[in-house]
């Protein structure tokens, strides 16, 4: 199915007030569409981190009924010390989407590198990058890996959306997201490096804290990454 049929079906299926949202779905599904003319789906995987991006990205591309799409490879890149609500949410994906997650441990380079030594087919990897995420103010739809690195196609359709498209989609679709983004934390990397955004705390009268969900965080592009350390 062409990019064109899938967004008239969604404009059908979503109330008006919601079809900003799928104009800014058009350059995503593009960029998906001819990810797929370039590379056979078995060349192509998702670098899942459990995060709210790449569950987006997740979403998009098994509900999206671009053709072959569903086969193209989901592999969660695990930290050292991944939050166990990270783990029940990659396993809950699993469930809910009827597909198969592979687990690849490490940082991300070592993962990268593991992952094409072990499938000498993989030639692209869809990424849930945003310009406002470090080192990716100059990246582009599709870029090539940096010297030194295992030789890939990264393939970035996330690169213009912000914080608030990406609550959007979710909370409008109703997309499964990991609980940590209930409980404060909006950029979430492992234990050792994450705590929930101090941005969204709130201290009662009686002296206890508690933080507020990340889709209220107030200029989420700027203070979203607040709770890395």
């Known amino acids: 199915m062409r990019v064109s049929q899938t967004l008239a079906q969604a404009c059908i299926q979503k109330p008006l007030e ?3 949202l799928i104009q800014r779905l058009r350059s995503i599904l593009q960029i998906i569409e001819r990810a797929l003319r370039s590379f056979r789906a ?3 995987f998702i670098s899942f981190n459990g995060g709210k991006d790449c569950t ?5 591309i098994y509900n999206s009924n671009l053709k072959d799409a569903k086969r193209i ?5 695990r930290p050292l010390h991944p939050f166990s609500e990270i783990e029940e949410f990659v396993e809950l994906c699993r469930e809910h989407y009827g ?13 990268l590198e593991l992952i094409c030594a072990e499938d000498r087919h993989i030639k692209a990897c869809i990424m849930g990058s945003r310009r406002t995420d470090p080192y990716c103010e100059r990246l582009v739809a599709f870029q090539e890996t940096d010297p030194g690195w295992p030789k890939l196609m990264r393939i970035n359709p996330l690169l213009e959306w912000n914080c608030e498209d ?18 404060g934390y909006t950029s979430i ?15 009662s ?3 206890s804290e508690e933080y507020l969900p990340a889709y209220t965080l107030k200029d989420a592009d700027k203070h979203e990454r607040a709770g890395r350390l």
Do not use: Q
């Open 99 to 111: 597909i198969t997650i592979s687990t690849v441990d490490g940082g991300i380079k070592s993962a």
């Open 73 to 77: 490879k989901c592999i969660y890149v």
């Open 42 to 44: 078995e060349e192509i």
């Open 56 to 60: 987006v990205l997740l979403d998009l």
């Open 205 to 207: 009268d009686d002296g």
């Open 189 to 203: 990397g492992d234990r050792t490096n994450t705590i929930p955004n101090p941005h969204l705390k709130v201290v």
């Open 18 to 20: 919601t079809r900003p």
């Open 166 to 183: 990406i609550w959007n989609y979710i909370r409008e679709r109703h997309v499964p997201y990991c609980v940590l983004y209930e409980r």
